[in-house]
T-cell receptor, first 108, second 114 residues
Framework: KNEVEQSPQNLTAQEGEFITINCSYS?????LHWLQQHPGGGIVSLFM???GKKKHGRLIATINIQEKHSSLHITASHPRDSAVYIC??????????FGAGTRLTVKP | EAGVTQSPTHLIKTRGQQATLRCSPI?????VYWYQQALGLGLQFLLW???????NRGNFPPRFSGRQFPNYSSELNVNALELEDSALYLC?????????????FGNGTRLTVT
């Protein structure tokens, strides 16, 4: 079993829809990251969380440390949000474990 | 402010050769992380350097090695290349450990081994 599990694996949405991507992990962590990877490979770090909730524009990330679960929400989705979203957990020894990613396609 | 820069963008090598990949962190960052993203596989942690020392490595054979220079830039060396080393290699930088700062990623080096 992977240490970091993401769901869904693929997600297609219509423009304007509310999107949720989930991440569950099974190891002790010091922080959780949500990453966005565009075609071509470039990665942008969206959030780093160790507790609670963070919001940036239309993106919201939450984490529940007790349940070892995090969610990434996108409100009013747009075709430019189409990308692979990756959940990554940073362990206490500073190495990282990555989820397999969620491929999001937002159709106009 | 310049972001994390990686070079080269693409690299083609033959099996058995050595590859050297380079990464320059964001100014002020002392930690450099290397990751491998092979086709069909997710991101995997390779190496972490901070203040010139290797702090941690992932589950990769010793032919994957690297170093960090006094200016905090870093090299990843892959010796005795194998076909399965073909992948996108990503570098990220962060603030001084153990502060768990957000990571900033480079655009990667795509290594092809033929």
């Amino acid at each position: 079993k992977n240490e970091v599990e993401q769901s869904p694996q693929n997600l297609t949405a219509q423009e304007g829809e509310f999107i949720t991507i989930n991440c569950s992990y099974s190891v002790g962590i010091s922080a959780l990251h949500w990453l966005q990877q565009h075609p071509g490979g470039g990665i942008v770090s969206l959030f780093m969380l160790s507790s609670g909730k963070k919001k940036h524009g239309r993106l919201i990330a939450t984490i529940n440390i007790q349940e070892k679960h995090s969610s990434l929400h996108i409100t009013a989705s747009h075709p430019r949000d189409s990308a692979v979203y990756i959940c990554a957990v940073r362990r206490n020894n500073n190495d990282m474990r990555f989820g397999a990613g969620t491929r999001l396609t937002v159709k106009p | 402010e310049a972001g994390v820069t990686q070079s080269p963008t693409h690299l083609i090598k033959t099996r058995g050769q050595q590859a050297t990949l380079r990464c320059s962190p964001i100014s002020g960052h002392t930690s450099v992380y290397w990751y491998q993203q092979a086709l069909g596989l997710g991101l995997q942690f390779l190496l972490w350097y901070d203040e010139g020392e290797e702090r941690n490595r992932g589950n990769f054979p010793p032919r994957f090695s690297g170093r960090q220079f006094p200016n905090y830039s870093s090299e990843l060396n892959v010796n005795a290349l194998e076909l399965e080393d073909s992948a996108l290699y990503l570098c990220a930088s962060g603030a001084r450990a153990p502060t768990h700062s957000p990571l900033h990623f480079g655009n990667g080096t795509r290594l092809t081994v033929t």
